[in-house]
């Protein structure tokens, strides 16, 4: 069945880095776009961006650009995602999600979800 | 930026009731548009893409429709297990972008 693992909750302090990882399996990682959306507490969802595993192109959202960085290792099926220079604004659970549509970054809609990544800037 | 704009940002029904769910695309989308439910301390969980598609396993009382700018979500015999916030995102363009959400309570 589809997985998407992410990595544990972390707490950093601002102006630090942080390193989400997001696991995937049960179907082929190079086919499927893999998307990342951030949300705060109480709040709605914020898409951060896209990859590509089969290429590694990227596709940032503008408010993360220069912040952010997305890769993948594609032969254990993993995608990280990056995130500089953390502020208390930063705080929030971050997903990883696949699209729905195989071999297209058309039209994306998110199919199956890792379980979130709480990451809290807190000095 | 294409806005997305839900309405109500809350609603409560009983169980059995009919819950409809209005999204409103601020240019046209066509019918790339998804829904998702999402219930506390969990990921969303995609039920309707392409606005009216249902998405394996989701129960068929589930239902999506609309195109171009204004869409619907709607659950018939609302059920307990529906209680949740409920959040529509535009397919067309980068960045994608989602509605704002809608709370459903049961009475």
């Known amino acids: 069945q589809v997985q998407l693992v992410q990595s544990g909750a972390e707490v950093k302090k601002p102006g630090a880095s942080v390193k989400v990882s997001c696991k995937a399996s049960?179907?082929?990682?190079?086919?499927?776009?893999i998307h990342w959306v951030r949300q705060a507490a109480g709040q709605g969802l914020e898409w951060m961006g896209w990859i590509n595993p089969d290429t590694g192109d990227t596709n940032y959202a503008q408010n993360f650009l220069g912040r952010v960085t997305m890769t993948r290792d594609s032969s254990n099926s993993l995608v990280y995602m990056e995130m500089i220079r953390l502020t208390k604004d930063d705080t929030a659970v971050y997903y990883c999600?696949?699209?729905?549509?195989?071999?297209?970054?058309?039209?994306?809609?998110?199919?199956?979800w890792g379980q979130g990544t709480l990451v809290s800037v807190s000095s | 930026d294409i806005q997305m704009t839900q309405s109500p940002s809350s609603v409560s029904e009983s169980v059995g009731d009919r819950v409809t769910i209005t999204c409103r695309a601020s240019?046209?989308?066509?019918?790339?548009l998804a829904w998702y439910q999402q219930k506390p301390g969990k990921a969303p969980k995609l039920l309707i893409y392409s606005a009216s598609l249902l998405q394996d396993g989701v129960p068929p009382r589930f239902s999506g429709s609309g195109i171009g700018t204004e869409f619907t979500l709607t659950i018939n015999n609302l059920q307990p297990e529906d209680s949740a916030i409920y959040y529509c995102q535009q397919a067309i363009n980068f960045p994608l972008t989602f509605g704002g959400g809608t709370k459903v309570e049961i009475k």
């Open positions: 240019q046209d989308i066509m019918a790339w």
């Open positions: 999600a696949k699209v729905r549509y195989y071999n297209s970054g058309r039209f994306p809609q998110l199919d199956y």
């Open positions: 049960g179907y082929t990682f190079s086919g499927f776009h």
